[in-house]
């Protein structure tokens, strides 16, 4: 038989004070700056969470925000706000990064495929170690290009995942075959 609920505010059987739901509410924002700002892993935010929302004393949520800046309003707003801050720093790296990358015409639709890789005879020979001799294919389907990895060591990655088979790619989307990136670009 499992005991009855006590209203928050009130003292249970081992004296210990339930918290109230605003409190609750208070921890919980805790945790998701916490996470928002990296300083907890996803994981780790969830059995926190978990821990908040089963609390049967104010002790328990003093427990699942230790470690963490419990500041008030004011402070979890600076922390977010440099967050964000951060967070824009690197977009803006990346997409200037990415403008940068030097531009892969895809081929006209007739053409079919292309073989890429470091093996005379490729299409597009890439001499560069981290390219395996027959590291991927470009093939023009139905409606568009698709990209495949054939096996590749160092991999085929798209717009920064790495892809296994094949995957529709367009222009303007970023590739990599092992060290070596580009932008994508219409004929």
Known sequence: MTPPELPAGTAGPTGAVRPSDAEREEAL???RDGAGSGRLSHDTFLGRMDIVLRATSRGELDAAVAGLPTGGPVERFVLRTVGRI???GDR???AWRTERLPGLSLPQSGAGKLTIGRLPGSGLRLHDPSVSRNHAELRH??????????GSTNGTHVNGRRIAGGVRVRPGDQVRFGNLEFRLAPL
Request: proline fraction near 0%.
């Open 92 to 94: 803006l790296g990346k």
């Open 141 to 150: 389907e139905r409606d568009g290009w698709m990209l495949y990895d054939l």
């Open 29 to 31: 924002g805790v945790l």
């Open 86 to 88: 951060s967070a824009f």
